[in-house]
């Protein structure tokens, strides 16, 4: 059975960082490519970005490009999500997800 775990939202004002944590089981985690994804109260469900397996090569929305890190631990079965630089617009739930699987999300607040 695919879980998909994720942790390590919180209230943070403008400009500060989070990281955000995808505990995996259920598959074979280092042949899988992994994503990010994320919805904003109201708003449908966006992609962030993407981390590949053979080569580990990522991909990013271009609202979020230079600000977050996408990155994975494949000893651990973990990805994760470094948020720097966060604007009120980044506030949302934030999912890991695989093929058609996700998590129950983490949720992200940015405000001061």
């Known amino acids: 059975e695919v879980k998909l775990v994720e942790s390590g939202g919180g209230l943070v004002q403008p400009g500060g960082s989070l990281r955000l944590s995808c505990a995996a089981s259920?598959?074979?985690?280092?042949?899988?490519?992994m994503r990010w994804v994320r919805q904003a109260p109201g708003k449908g469900l966006e992609w962030v970005a993407t981390i590949n397996t053979r080569d580990g090569s990522t991909n990013y929305a271009d609202s979020v490009k230079g600000r977050f890190t996408i990155s994975r631990d494949n000893a651990k079965t973990t990805m994760y999500l470094q948020l720097n630089s966060l604007k009120p617009e980044d506030t949302a739930m934030y999912y890991c997800a695989l093929g058609n699987y996700r998590g129950r999300g983490t949720q992200v607040t940015v405000s001061s």
């Open positions: 259920g598959f074979t985690f280092s042949s899988s490519a």
